[in-house]
């Protein structure tokens, strides 16, 4: 099964907002509200951002806010700021065989 | 302070064994599912096995099953990923992480796996 489907790039000036998708198929995104999003700055671990498509664990700033609708799940990040810049993965779990499921990842670039 | 430090990685020949271990420190770690995730060199994630509280139920990700067993002591705080047959395509750095529920929580730094002769 392949990876769920995320743009390779987006970008933004500080200050702006930008959302990435993150696409999947009704055994996966669209089967359960269990999207959850993972920020990655180069050489670290990756930090979870979003869980259960919406929800902000304690620290995360709620300029990160995430939704879903019907396959397609979307981080969106507001009010742009420079150490925002890293990779974002999106995951979702997939059911009892497949388990989980990763997105390829995007690469915010804040300009 | 939840904290997970993996170790254990390291060079190792195609069809090799290799054993990693996580040990994980500031939450109560029987009562959390833990998972291994993997990630090659300049690519993204792939999660590879999980295991739950008591250690009896494990998964795994197709293209390790009959390779690698995943193993919690929770009298040790430790999960553990044993790899054999070993092949290129392994080679990655590996995470343990926090199982909580439907997401991956309390990520450790990652210990490097390198298959290659």
């Known amino acids: 099964q392949s990876a769920l489907t995320q743009p390779r790039s987006v970008s933004g000036s500080p200050g702006q907002s930008v959302t990435i998708s993150c696409t999947g198929t009704s055994s996966d995104v669209g089967g359960y509200n269990y999207v959850s999003w993972y920020q990655q700055h180069p050489g670290k671990a990756p930090k979870l951002m979003i869980y259960d498509v919406s929800k902000r664990p304690s620290g995360v700033p709620d300029r990160f806010s995430g939704s879903k609708s019907a396959n397609t799940a979307s981080l969106t990040i507001s009010g742009l700021q420079t150490e925002d810049e890293a990779d974002y993965y999106c995951c979702s779990y997939a059911g009892s065989y497949i388990h989980w499921m990763f997105g390829g990842g995007t690469k915010l670039t804040v300009l | 302070e939840m904290q997970v430090v993996e170790s254990g990685g390291g060079l190792v020949q195609p069809g090799g064994s290799l054993r990693l271990s996580c040990v994980g420190s500031?939450?109560?770690?029987?009562?959390?599912?833990m998972s291994w995730v993997r990630q090659a060199p300049g690519k993204g994630l792939e999660w590879v096995a999980n295991t739950n509280q008591g250690g009896n139920e494990k998964y795994y990700v197709d293209s390790v099953k009959g390779r690698f067993t995943i193993s919690k002591d929770n009298a040790k705080n430790s999960v553990y990923l044993q790899m054999s047959s070993l092949r290129a395509e392994d080679t990655a750095i590996y995470y343990c992480?926090?199982?909580?529920?439907?997401?991956?929580?309390?990520w450790g730094q990652g210990t490097l796996v390198t298959v290659s002769s």
């Open positions: 500031g939450f109560t770690f029987s009562n959390y599912w």
């Open positions: 992480a926090q199982n909580n529920n439907w997401f991956f929580d309390g």
